[in-house]
């Protein structure tokens, strides 16, 4: 079970910061240089490719060299598997607060408004 997590730990470790998401948001755009990527950012370029190394580890990234240009994009798969995860806490959730609602109506007397009659 453990080893199964690996993976998810990892991507939500890379979603868990900001630098990282806005790559990402570019990237939704389409790949592009890690050049361009680093531009508008507040950072060396040793960072921001440290950012890309924890993008591509976390299978959210994929880059690629030809030449001396080094290009990324973006790998939707790994975003999948992050939102299923919490797409199945969310029914959970749901369904638990379905529960809630329907004891709390039967504690009401089934009284639909909230109010004594």
């Given at each position: 079970m453990l080893n199964q997590s690996e993976p998810l730990d990892r991507v939500f470790h890379a979603l868990?910061?900001?630098?990282?998401?806005?790559?990402?948001e570019r990237l939704s755009l389409g790949s592009t240089s890690v050049s361009e990527l680093a531009r508008p950012l507040p950072m060396s370029l040793p960072a921001v490719l440290q950012h890309i190394q924890v993008l591509e580890t976390a299978g959210l990234v994929r880059s690629a060299k030809v030449g001396r240009t080094r290009s990324c994009a973006l790998q939707a798969e790994a975003l999948r598997q992050a939102d299923g995860w919490i797409q199945a806490r969310r029914r959970e959730w749901e369904a638990r607060l379905d529960r809630l609602g329907d004891y709390l109506e039967t504690l009401n007397g089934g009284n639909s408004d909230g109010q004594s009659e």
């Open positions: 868990a910061d900001p630098t990282r998401r806005a790559l990402l």
